[in-house]
């Protein structure tokens, strides 16, 4: 963001900070434990949240067990059975939401709170396909969050607290970090444009916070790339607070929305 010069998503203020293994699954920060505590407050022990797909009842405590949790393709087989499952939203939450506490408040497709089962599962359809027909997928949900984001925007007025959830940069990122960083840049720009896009659309003097849970990183032994470690962050507004943690969000949200 920093080298592109990507001044619509960097803003006035930003940084980054390591990511805890709490937030951690098959040795990498994961999204959706991630979202969960940025909504909630609350470290992922608490929230509970430790995937994107959940089954219901037995078998999701089942998947857990220590000679279950390690096989690998366990979804396709279940998925086969007939056996579906949904990722994690408001329903799964043991704890309250910023959703529920900041009114009125507007949410499109926020992990952990109303994420789109059918965009995962679309995804993961065509995930043992050829790379293309994965990212046209990936463009093409892109475009559909886009479209609601802008529609919630003009159809909501009043709220004091919006959020919305792009997943782009990650699934261009693993496929194309190390074989073709042109096509990186381009999923990069839309979003640095989307976001000036979004800046001009919210009322002025609207506090307008970017989060990303990880970054991208290439590796030697795989062509798919790999999460960093850190997170980043930044914000129109002048100000010495920085957070730390995905916790930190929360608390400084409700002060901004008093
Ligand atoms: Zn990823």
């Known amino acids: 963001v920093k080298k592109w010069r990507l001044k619509n998503l960097l803003q006035r203020r930003y940084g980054t900070f390591e990511v805890g293994r709490e937030y951690f699954y098959r040795e990498e920060p994961y999204s959706p434990i991630i979202w969960t505590s940025v909504i909630t407050g609350r470290k992922p022990e608490e929230h509970g949240i430790r995937a994107w797909w959940l089954y219901g009842g037995i078998l999701e405590r089942i998947r857990w067990w220590p000679i279950i949790r390690h096989i690998k393709g ?21 704890c309250e939401t910023i959703f529920d506490v900041v009114k009125p408040s507007v949410a ?26 994965y990212i046209r997928e990936a463009w093409r949900i892109h475009e559909e969050r886009k479209r609601a984001t802008l529609r919630a925007l003009e159809e909501n007025r009043n709220w004091k607290l919006f959020m919305a959830y792009f997943d782009l940069a990650d699934h261009v990122g693993h496929t194309y970090i190390k ?6 840049l381009r999923a990069y720009l839309e979003l640095n444009s989307l976001a000036g896009r979004l800046q001009e659309l919210v009322p002025p003097g609207t506090i307008f ?12 032994d795989d062509v798919a790339g790999r999460h960093t470690t850190y997170a980043f962050w930044s914000l129109n507004l002048d100000t010495d607070w ?5 916790t930190d ?4 949200i409700l002060e901004w929305t008093r």
Not at 79 to 93: E, F, I, Q, T, Y
Not at 179 to 184: D, I, M
Not at 242 to 246: A, H, K, N
């Open 179 to 184: 074989r073709n960083r042109l096509r990186v």
């Open 108 to 133: 499109v497709y926020v992990p952990g709170y109303n994420e789109s089962t059918e965009f995962h599962e679309r995804l993961f359809k065509v995930s043992g396909w050829n790379v293309d027909r």
């Open 209 to 220: 916070l970017i989060i990303s849970d990880h970054g991208m990183r290439a590796v030697e």
């Open 74 to 94: 366990k979804r396709r087989i279940l998925w086969r059975l007939g056996l579906k499952a949904h990722v994690p939203n408001r329903g799964d939450l043991r």
């Open 249 to 252: 969000f929360y608390p400084k």
């Open 242 to 246: 920085e957070p730390r943690d995905f």
